[in-house]
């Protein structure tokens, strides 16, 4: 899942200089986070409205990052031709699947953070760094270039205090890893030396 968070209101504000809005949400990731359902999508178009705003429409896609046909959109939300901006309430990727097909102006409600999950109802943070060379199961299933604020590699950098990271105070991962590790009997893999990840893996443009 996706993590995002709300832009504060008055920053939103500042960046849409039209007039006419029209609001899209997301049924996947951002309404579990309750930042781009049915709820969120009304919120925000009170707000806009009570801040001078002329919102024309909403609706919340069943996936702002996954569209079929733009021209389904419009058929289904023909007040969309009335905005002058679109105002999407989902991670970076519906904003950006949007901004390719539709010709206005799209503007972002929340911003992107992580890839994370939903773990017994708790939403968890940067279980991954998307690097496209996953070796996961080295690290007892935890991975430190999503939870590692250095992306360490080969073990702690030694900044840690009393278990905390130094950058930002959270656990240091390597904590957890060599934890995992022992418990699965596994702490001879703690010994085997990570080259740098292949970068060309990450992300490719065809």
């Given at each position: 899942m996706?993590i995002?968070?709300q832009k504060?209101?008055r920053?939103?504000?500042?960046t849409?200089?039209?007039q006419?809005i ?10 579990k986070q309750h ?7 009304l919120e925000?178009k009170r707000?806009?409205g ?8 909403c609706t919340?896609?069943?996936s702002?990052?996954n569209?079929a046909s ?10 969309i ?8 309430m989902?991670c970076g990727?519906?904003?950006s699947?949007i901004?390719?097909v ?23 943070l ?5 690097c496209?060379?996953?070796d996961?199961?080295?690290f007892?299933g935890?991975?430190p ?6 992306n360490?590699?080969?073990?702690p950098?030694g ?11 959270r ?13 699965l009997?596994?702490l001879?893999l ?5 080259h740098p990840?292949?970068h ?7």
């Open positions: 996706i995002s968070r504060e209101f920053d939103i504000l500042k849409i200089e039209q006419n029209f609001i899209i949400g997301c049924g996947k990731c951002a309404a930042l781009g359902g049915e709820t969120e999508v925000m707000k806009l009570k801040s001078g705003k002329n919102v024309v429409g919340v896609l069943s702002a990052c569209i733009w021209d389904d959109v419009l058929t289904q939300n023909p007040d031709k009335k905005a002058e901006a679109l105002l999407v989902s990727g519906g904003v699947i901004s390719s539709a010709e206005k102006a799209v503007y972002p409600a929340l911003d992107t953070e992580s890839l994370g999950g939903v773990c017994r109802d708790t939403t968890v940067e279980q991954c760094g998307m496209g060379e996953c996961i199961w080295i007892g935890i991975c270039i999503g939870q590692c604020s250095k360490m590699l080969n073990g950098c900044g840690a205090v009393e278990g905390k990271c130094e950058v930002d105070e656990k240091c991962v390597w904590d957890e890893i060599h934890t995992k590790l022992k418990s009997g596994r001879e703690l010994k085997e030396i990570h990840k292949d060309s893996k990450k992300r490719r443009r065809k």
